[in-house]
């Protein structure tokens, strides 16, 4: 499903296809009465309440949903904006913050096409690769604002920054005196998404995530 963004859902839709085998259908949605706004913030939480009322194949089917909204796990208008999201049967990705050379989010876009959909495919492959990749070398990841202090969990993650599963946190990582990702006990600044593109193995995935992917019939 996407917000108005037919594009980059028919992108995403391609290399979903290329990648994990399974064909998709693809609709237009408004959730506008859906996506709330997130307090102390400028943009919408992360979740959509009342989707299952909107979208009943939720139920049963997993749903991919592209949106333009800039979305927040948290109220930290600093530091918990995200990119995607994956809870249960629905994945979000939220395009708000792709469209220029650093993390500001724009409505109209400012970077080559080319690369403004592959960080999109990229969030859309690794939102999908938290409900399908069983993997148990994977640790916890977590956002660490070395000036504040403030801390932003992202769950569990691969290990191996080549492979699509590795956590970003940024279009350009952040530099060490604004703050790091903990992955495990190891600090990592190596988490952007722009320089992750470009050592990104070309079918996503490292060597020890390919043979956990397990893909239930709910994307059938």
Known sequence: ?????????????????????????????????????????????????????????????????????????????QDDWIFGFHAGNLMVVSTARMKGPDNKPLDRLEVPEELYLARMVFTGIHEIGHDVVKAGHYLSAVWINAITGHQLEMGPHCTDNRCVMYEVVDIIAPPPEEGHMLLGDQKKFDTGIDEHLKRMQSDYFCERCKPSIEIPDAYR
Not at 7 to 24: H, M, P, R
Not at 54 to 63: I, M, Q, Y
């Open 1 to 77: 499903m996407h917000e108005g963004l037919s594009i980059e859902a028919q992108a995403l839709d391609e290399k979903i296809k290329k990648v994990f085998g399974f064909d998709n259908s693809v609709q237009e949605v408004d959730l506008t009465q859906e996506f709330r706004r997130m307090q102390g913030t400028p943009g919408f939480c992360h979740f959509p309440f009342g989707i299952l009322e909107k979208v009943p194949d939720l139920k049963s089917k997993k749903v991919m949903l592209l949106t333009g909204r800039d979305l927040y796990a948290g109220d930290s208008e």
